[in-house]
T-cell receptor, first 118, second 116 residues
Framework: AQKITQTQPGMFVQEKEAVTLDCTYD???????LFWYKQPSSGEMIFLIY????DEQNATEGRYSLNFQKARKSANLVISASQLGDSAMYFC???????????????WGAGTKLIIKP | GAVVSQHPSWVICKSGTSVKIECRSL??????MFWYRQFPKQSLMLMAT?????????EQGVEKDKFLINHASLTLSTLTVTSAHPEDSSFYIC????????????FGAGSRLTVL
């Protein structure tokens, strides 16, 4: 069964340090996509970064990069030079069943609460 | 970028009343919208997929008569929590894809429901 695992319930990181949030996934599909979303205390879900299973390069978006290790089935989020505003919940998610676009489904991890210390 | 507007952000109601939450796509048409529920300190739980012009597809365990979904236009989906009870108190959040086949979901800001 498809599954997303985020093993870190919470993390404290000093401001300006880099931080890695772990995400492992399980799927039998060959074609899938991996996402990271940020949820501040206000509640909205903010899309950060996407990695397709066939993408050869690790995805990057500004200070965010996705360390995609396909053989290990991991898709860790790396935030460089962390800022106080990065404090939030972070969710890893996966989409498979690409073959049926009408059956769009995201499988979500439990989330990691990141707190940036000044 | 694509924007999904959700209203209201906060609602407090008495037990037994019904509450309607609106989800609008502001600058794109959404044939499909997704409604999630989130309990405190937990992940998102998909409740149903709202389909424009047809019945919503509910996830297993979600009461159709409790959570009424209407997707009457390409830009508006509504979730009505009927005869709300304290156990319905939760954070409800909607989302949509800004183009058919898009991978990324755009989320509304969420609605926090408290039933007294």
């Amino acid at each position: 069964a498809q599954k997303i695992t985020q093993t870190q319930p919470g993390m404290f990181v000093q401001e300006k340090e880099a931080v890695t949030l772990d995400c492992t996934y399980d799927t039998s599909d060959q074609s899938y996509g991996l996402f990271w979303y940020k949820q501040p205390s206000s509640g909205e879900m903010i899309f950060l970064i996407y990695q397709g299973s066939y993408d050869e390069q690790n995805a990057t978006e500004g200070r965010y990069s996705l360390n995609f290790q396909k053989a290990r089935k991991s898709a860790n989020l790396v935030i460089s030079a962390s800022q106080l505003g990065d404090s939030a919940m972070y969710f890893c998610a996966m989409r498979d069943t690409f073959s049926v676009d009408s059956n769009y489904q995201l499988i979500w991890g439990a989330g990691t609460k990141l707190i940036i210390k000044p | 970028g694509a924007v999904v507007s959700q209203h209201p952000s906060w609602v407090i109601c008495k037990s037994g009343t019904s509450v309607k939450i609106e989800c609008r796509s502001l600058d794109f048409q959404a044939t499909t919208m997704f409604w999630y529920r989130q309990f405190p300190k937990q992940s998102l739980m998909l409740m149903a997929t709202s389909n424009e012009g047809s019945k919503a597809t509910y996830e297993q365990g979600v009461e159709k008569d409790k959570f009424l979904i209407n997707h009457a236009s390409l830009t508006l989906s509504t979730l009505t929590v009927t005869s709300a009870h304290p156990e319905d108190s939760s954070f409800y959040i909607c989302s949509a894809r800004d183009t058919p086949g898009a991978n990324v979901l755009t989320f509304g800001a969420g609605s926090r429901l408290t039933v007294l």
